[in-house]
Nanobody, 115 residues
């Protein structure tokens, strides 16, 4: 049974920072591409960032490039998303993902950025 448990969300002012974490269990974490997605109210879920199994390659949505950094610690089975220079439009529920859209999802963590 795969479990992906996100933490680190909250309320922050525009320009602030948050660090999300995703603790994974149930599958060999280091075997999988991991990613972050988000869903704002009334909008579809969208890709934010992803990282290769060994962390050597990363990919970002244009909207977060230069502000967000995805990373992973395979020995701790944990995925991270460092979010800097946050904007109100970053407000959403952020989801951890293992192995792409047809893979596994966490329950989500709310990020709210006030202006």
């Amino acid at each position: 049974q795969v479990q992906l448990i996100e933490s680190g969300g909250g309320l922050v002012q525009a320009g602030g920072s948050l660090r999300l974490s995703c603790a994974a269990s149930g599958r060999p974490f280091s075997n999988y591409v991991m990613g972050w997605f988000r869903q704002a109210p009334g909008k579809e879920r969208e890709f934010v960032a992803s990282i290769s199994w060994n962390g050597d390659s990363t990919w970002y949505a244009d909207s977060v490039k230069g502000r967000f950094t995805i990373s992973r610690h395979n020995a701790k089975n944990t995925l991270y998303l460092q979010m800097n220079s946050l904007k109100p439009e970053d407000t959403a529920v952020y989801y951890c993902n293992m192995n792409g859209a047809s893979g596994f999802w966490g329950q989500g963590t709310q990020v709210t950025v006030s202006s």
